[in-house]
């Protein structure tokens, strides 16, 4: 899927479990997409109280997010979320939720944080990522 993009996961590092530990890319086919939240079109939080629903919410987001910008998930190289009330249980569901929309083979680089709060006290889970322009996609 990323006939451009080197994923490399160094020997000397810990197996990473759901990711890829280096993504190397061709900065001039970058797409840079703000972190996502369960917000739905009309600006209502989706699945308050429900990280299941969220994290589906928010994938759904950064989809629509690639797409206007002529991309899609596929072409992810690294995601990074930012979890209210981290525990085990929420990595767990995250990882769960997000397996339709990623590739399993060669997941993205990404970063996870725990964090006190987000924009409202209702979400509990915000994506951001950076993606590339397919190669049939003109880059200027």
Not at 74 to 83: P, R, S
Not at 92 to 118: E, F, K, N
Request: proline content about 9%; glycine content about 4%; overall charge negative.
């Amino acid at each position: 899927m990323h006939p451009y993009v080197s994923f490399i996961n160094p020997d000397r590092l810990p197996a990473p479990n759901g990711f890829t530990h280096v993504a190397i890319a061709p900065v001039d086919r970058l797409i840079v997409v703000s972190g996502q939240v369960a917000y739905a079109p009309d600006g209502s939080i989706v699945g308050k109280g429900d990280l299941a629903a969220q994290t589906r919410q928010v994938f759904e987001n950064l989809a629509t997010a690639l797409e206007a910008a002529g991309s899609a998930l596929a072409y992810v190289v690294k995601l990074n979320y930012f979890v209210r009330d981290l525990t085990e249980e929420a990595v767990a569901t995250i990882r769960r939720v997000r397996a339709p929309y990623l590739d399993a083979d060669r997941p993205p680089a990404s970063t996870l944080v725990g964090v006190a709060a987000l924009a409202k006290p209702d979400l509990l889970l915000e994506v951001e990522c950076l993606a590339l322009l397919p190669p049939q996609y003109p880059s200027e």
